[in-house]
């Protein structure tokens, strides 16, 4: 059998067996593709930090296919992640709880706590399931790196050294899950995604923004420089003063109406919707990133709904003048 494959009963079969004996493999969520292992096996925990090349520091998110699974890896689930769980589960939300001591180390960095989603695609749930215990995942990137939505964007040093690799074409939602801090008594937003605040607001009253970046990230999420194409972006606004002499892209959110001046032009949305925006983000990003650009230009979408998430990407992505660093 190839290493990537189509999805079918028989290679969700070959990869839960695969995660079992201790194997990491490339699976698709709803939001982007993961690089699994399962999570009370810390010796295939630690290929993912290694293939990665993510740092010891930066904890895992658990994905799990029921409920029911929540008591084996955090200590008390409380009436808020209940109520949460159940209207946005299976989805792209993320609620970090005290953990278990049964959860490895490794899995969380050492932190008290757990950070654990239902992921809402039907291949990611039948892998949980078949192989019979939750999987610890993080993006299957290198570390700072854009997201893969589909595999071609997935490094070939990446997909060398994983298992297996499940094709289901493009993830749907295109950013990565939301993720909530239950921990304090605020509840707290540690990284805008894929479910809008907007929406968690309703169930469970005011979400609290953390205004600072931490100095030591309690979400790497949180780094002021993650989720970078290499090519270095500026975010614009529609008026500004182009350099003709450099070969810029444009990331705009509906088709500009001048264009001449930009050697290459992704466009999130042609109905402007945020949605069908943050879907394509990270396609759009990686295909700017491969035009041979000296910079990409991003015109600025606003901060509601999902645009909320597609900033807090962008901003990231702007801050890449230290691009080298980060690897
Ligand atoms: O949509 C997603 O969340 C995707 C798919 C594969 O599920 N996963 C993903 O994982 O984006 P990753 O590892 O790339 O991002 C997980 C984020 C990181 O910012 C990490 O620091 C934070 O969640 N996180 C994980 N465990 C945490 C914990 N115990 N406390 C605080 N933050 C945590
Ligand atoms: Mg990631």
Redesign the pocket.
Known sequence: MAKVVKISRRSIKLAAELLRNGEIVIFP?E????LGASVFNPEAVAKIFEVKRRPRF????I?IAAVDDMPRLCQRVGERAEKLAAKFWPG?L?L?LPKKETVPDIV?AG?P???V?M?AHPVALSLIQEAGTPIA???ANLFGRL?PTAIKHIPAQLKNRVALILDAGKTPIGV??T?L?LVGKDIVL??P??LPIEDIEKIVGKVKLPKFLPAKP?????LPQHYSPRTPLKIINRNINIDRKQKIGLLSLTPPSFSEAYAKIAVLSTKGDLREAAANLFECLHELDQAGLDIIYAEPVPKIGLGRAIMDRLERAAQNGANSKIE
Request: net charge neutral; no cysteine.
């Open positions: 969520t939001t982007v593709y993961g930066d904890p895992l998110i994905h792209p993320t970090i969380t932190l706590n757990v950070a989603r992921p995942a993080p993006s997201s990565e899950s993720v801090s540690l990284r995604g894929g309690n979400s790497p999420g949180q």
